[in-house]
């Protein structure tokens, strides 16, 4: 029993330290967890935060009067082993300096982000403190003056984040003591100066972006040494000197940033060894020689944009091998010769800009091979020959410049078959013969000009074609019609005799008149009993039947009958006078009616070709507005279908399209950037009760600025449901492709596959669209791509039509952006879902929904 009493003592001899050692272990991280929060706290009273920032919910003093405080359970806030290692406050809308801030506070601190607030003031040298540090992101702030020295004692940092912010002078060498850095981001400041030779140290580097500061000197050859690297940017700098040879040895780079700098002399040929190369950006500096036929090994190119330099000599064919092009810009240089026919074989080609250069022969039938080209400039060069008829394949084609050349021969009659074509500039050429009537039946052309090429004859009748005026038309002498500066057409054709031949033409035209009114009745009689009988003998006929009658149901609120009478006697029977807006499968007249008001009247084509088409059109916007009840979509008053017409009755929103505001430079400037702000999250709101508050989710497939129109008060209103679909759970949901070119997502213009995430993708575009005044096109891409693990340079994007944004807007205006950014991702299981969007708007902003309404099937 002695024995035993013994062991137990000398038990509790050596376990009792054990414990002091561990409370005392506690008691230090305890008070070392305290002291961290106050100095958090004390830093947080130094500057303003949001009130509807999450800190302010979290970051409080503990309840009951406690002594303790635990920051580890504070948003934004990680802890290992009771000390805090990680600081994530992006986008916690903190206004204030970081000089209150407490660097000595968090000697185990291994990543600091204060990315998109609004902090202003210089850097302090006391950041040295932070020895642990591996990640620093202060992007996306107003801080001012010079790197501090000190950060070059940070040897553990491994991403340096300082991009989008004020700071001056020069980069220190000190960063060349960052050995273990991998991501270096400094881009948008004032930055002056020399690239330091000490990044050549930094040999673990994969990303560099140096872009838009006022670096000068030339780019040192220690960035060979930079082996790792897959994107260097030190594009919109001053700096001179030729291409670096060196670039060359940079095997594992993709994206290759050098534009709008002063680079003079040669591409180096040992750029073709760069086969991971997928962006290489060299336009707008000095660069001379010709393009190396190297370039054409680089089989992972999608975009190459050498535009606006001093190239000479012929574009090499072997540029025709890379068949992951999405985009060529060779415009604004001094290349001759033929346009490679290789061209052709690039069948993901999108954009092609041959403009501005000396280019002869003729224009390459191949290039009706690039079936997704969206756009193609091959304007002031001196190509000659005919117009391609292959060209007229290109069915997504929405700009396209041949002007300023040599053509010859007709304006091809089936240029019709370009459905997609907005921009169409053929002027000053040799063209002959006359205008296509079928001019007036491309439903996106915006803008046709014709003029300076030897056109002849009357100018046909269309809405369409009389609108061109007579800047589109002059040059063109022996053209008429009814347009101020043409001559008048006369009912004689005009002959170089005077004999009785001409004098006879009217008179035999009468007598013929009369007969040929009655073979065309007896054609129309023919053709109506044939139609009658299919019908009868057409079961869809009976199921049409069937759905009309059950539209005529649900319509019986108002009288249809007498709503019809008023619409064709407000719009004179559908008068262009009347027309205020065309799109793809209608056009839309402004009506005031004695029942209602002023009223929408969308009223649908009725071609014979496509008048089953256009039928489903209708029907789809009928089911899916019918039920929807939401602020920001459209409101639908009615509809009407019957042999004659086929239209729909909304409310009228006096303001317009969107994009009609965008365009002009006076509406635009109206749209300050709190309404756009809010046309954003007006769409979102729409989109987000669409996809979620719906017993069965829609989806809109055509998310596109032309659809989104405004109100008195700018408030954003979803419209145009004529693409709309339905998604059913037992369904593949898969389509033929709809929507407008170049908000189409990915996934859906390849695979047809229909979801939720195809309108988000719209919704990115729309959005970057919204904060730029402008469809931002190819811009997409460039900024994905050098922005892939960083985030975009806002003041790059914004409208320069408006004054620059406050703190608190430039604020949304980010965080907008970056949730467009998102919204692009190739992957739509990258993208967020609309509730997403709503949600993080909800959290940032405070904007608020109203309570939602559920669709019914």
Known sequence: MAKSSFHKSLSLVFVFPFFVLLHDSLCVASSKSNEQAEALLKWTASVQIKNQSSLTNSWTFPPNNATSLEPCSWDGIYCEDGSVSRISLAYSGIFGTLHEFP?????????????SNVLYGSIPPQISHLTKLIY??????????????EIGLLIHLEVLRLGNNQLKGSITQEIGKLRSLNKLSLYSNNLTGPIPTSLGNLTNMTYLDLCNNLLTGSIPSTVGKLKKLTMISLSKNPISGSFPREMGDLKYLQTLSLYETNLAGPIPKSLGGLTKLTHLLLYSNHLCGSIPKELGNLTSLVDLQLYRNQLNGSVPASLGKLENLERISLNNNRLSGFIPPEFGS??????????LNSFSHSIPKELGNSSYLDYLSLSNNQLSHEIPITLMNLCYLSQLDLSNNLLIGHIPNNISDLVSLENLNLSHNRLSGGIPVCFNHMPKLLSIDVSYNELQGPIPYGKAIQDLGFDALRGNEKLCGNIQGLQSCSINVKCSDTSNRCKHKIPILLILLPLLGALLLVFAVTVF???????????????????????????SAFDGRIMYEEIIKATNDFDATYRIGRGGFGTVYKAELPSVGIVAVKKFHSSVDGKHAFQKEFLNEIKALLEIKHRNIVKLHGFCSNARHSFLVYEYLEMGSLASFLKREESAKELDWSKRLNIVKGVARALCYLHHDCLLPIVHRDITSSNVLLDSKCEAHVSDFGTAKLLRTNSSNRSKIAGTYGYIAPEFAYMMKVTEKCDVYSFGVLSVEVIKGRHPGDIIESLLATRAEEKMVLKDILDQRLPPPSRAIKYELTVILELATQCLDSNPKHRPTMHMICKQLLTRFGFQDPAPQLCLD
């Open 103 to 115: 660097f000595s506070s968090f000697h185990n601190l291994t990543q600091l982000d204060l990315s």
């Open 136 to 149: 620093l992101d202060l992007s996306n702030n107003q801080l001012s003056g010079n790197i501090p020295a």
């Open 346 to 355: 690039m069948t993901n080609l999108k954009h092609l800009d041959l403009s």
């Open 529 to 555: 009993f044939i139609i009658r009988r299919k019908r009868k003998e057409d079961p869809r006929a009976e199921e049409s039947n069937a759905y009309d009658k059950r539209l005529s149901l649900i319509s």
